[in-house]
């Protein structure tokens, strides 16, 4: 059985799909695509697909994951391509590895957000910013399907900065964009706990609903503070080691190669 894990993407008005509704085009996309699929056993058999950490709906992404299992081997690449032409503008199949390595939800630990808040003064933005990083806790209430639950939105936080907008994009009024680290935490701290902390610290609340887009998620490095590409030990794994490789291509040199 061949395991192979994509990254795609929820763009445009395709954000606002449900988890739910992704799965069902998802589905749809692997049948027109005849993939090989691997069934589970049991009297409803379904495809065997692992979605990994889906981000909420109404954000969008740049860097959702999914490993689906194939009965019969098929390139990565190839693969991608036909998924992609199946799917809708808007969700598209961006990356493909073989799965060499376990262990790929354990690698999402924390994410990178960004939050477009239309309406809102960058100065504005900055004094909240700093506002909530310098809270030692900030305390946010979100209603779950148990009531009514208040937690720390701050202590799952790692950086959070406002950032020129991009001159791509511009607009009719003033625009603040902020940039958010966040680790997965439980409960896990969203990009709308933030939102709903700096309104609580600064009394910021913009005037229109933010767009949300999430930039990457992987492990998050201590060392360099930035989010690691999660498929980047499955491209490792491909290949060689250094001393593996010296050692293959010496006993592929023909004999008295390289004597004076």
């Known amino acids: 059985m061949q395991r192979i894990r994509l990254r795609y993407t929820k763009r445009g008005r395709l954000r606002f799909t449900s988890h739910r509704d992704f799965q069902r085009a998802f589905e749809r996309a692997l049948r027109r695509a005849d993939v090989p699929m691997a069934y589970s056993a049991g009297f409803t058999p379904h495809p065997k697909v692992s979605y990994a950490n889906a981000a909420p709906t109404g954000t969008g992404s740049e860097a959702e994951f999914l490993e689906i299992a194939l009965v019969e081997a098929r390139d990565p690449d190839k ?14 199949i961006i990356d493909a590895v073989e799965a060499r390595t376990p262990g790929l939800a354990d690698r999402l630990t924390a994410s990178v957000w960004e939050l477009r808040l239309d309406g809102v003064e960058p100065r504005r933005a900055d004094e909240a910013v700093a506002a909530f990083l310098a809270a030692g806790a900030v305390e946010v209430e979100r209603r779950t399907k148990n009531g009514l639950r208040t937690f720390d939105a701050r202590g799952a936080v790692v950086a959070l900065e406002s950032v020129p907008p991009l001159p791509d994009r511009p607009g009719d009024g003033p625009c603040a964009i902020l940039r958010l680290v966040v680790r997965h935490a439980t409960p896990a701290v969203r990009p709308d706990d933030v939102l709903s902390g700096l309104r609580a610290v600064a009394d910021l609340a913009p005037p229109v609903p933010a767009a949300v887009t999430r930039l990457a998620q992987g492990l998050f490095d201590e060392e360099t503070g930035t989010v690691t590409d999660p498929l980047a030990p499955d491209r490792e794994a491909v290949r060689p ?16 190669a390289g004597s004076a």
């Open 79 to 92: 693969l991608r391509e036909l998924l992609d032409e199946s799917l809708p503008a808007g969700l598209d």
């Open 241 to 256: 080691a250094p001393f593996k490789a010296a050692v293959l291509a010496a006993a592929k040199a023909p004999e008295g």
